[in-house]
């Protein structure tokens, strides 16, 4: 892999075994390891990372699973899956998402109180799927 380098401009290396597998280096010695494919009529190109932070085999391996669920209509790489809200989190949306717009200046008041002094004390830190009644 330290032996690749470029005369001039850019230069991309293509991987013998695994098909849409390269690894691009750029004039500056940086090294990337990039996926390309096609499916369902349109190309897509994926950056998986940096060589020496990614190693060439796990680069492949994940070239693998993105040549995959590309061919199966996914997304290249599978979406983060969304932050559990606490109940801070919830109060704090909320204030600033209904009452805030829908509520006079003293219920504004009176609702940051109530949830400022019993609710968050009592409840912020607990995941609001956890909160029963």
């Known amino acids: 892999m330290n032996r690749l380098s470029v005369n001039g401009k850019d230069a991309i290396f293509w991987d ?3 098909a849409g597998f390269r690894i691009r ?7 990337v390891f990039v996926v390309q494919t096609r499916a369902f009529g349109r190309s897509k ?3 998986l990372g940096r060589y020496p932070a ?3 085999d796990a680069a492949r391996k994940d070239a693998t699973a ?3 669920r590309i061919k199966k209509g996914q997304p290249p790489v599978p979406p983060e ?3 559990v809200p606490t109940v801070a989190d919830l109060a704090e949306r909320y204030q600033r998402e209904y009452v805030e717009m829908h509520c006079k200046p003293a ?4 609702y940051r109180l109530m949830l400022r002094k019993h609710i968050v004390p009592a409840l912020g830190d607990r995941l609001v799927a ?4």
């Open 16 to 18: 013998r075994d695994l």
């Open 25 to 31: 280096v750029y004039l500056s010695g940086k090294k």
């Open 45 to 47: 190109r994926v950056t």
């Open 54 to 56: 990614l190693t060439p």
């Open 66 to 68: 993105v040549i995959t």
């Open 81 to 83: 899956p969304a932050p």
């Open 107 to 110: 219920t504004i008041s009176h």
């Open 130 to 133: 956890d909160v029963e009644y």
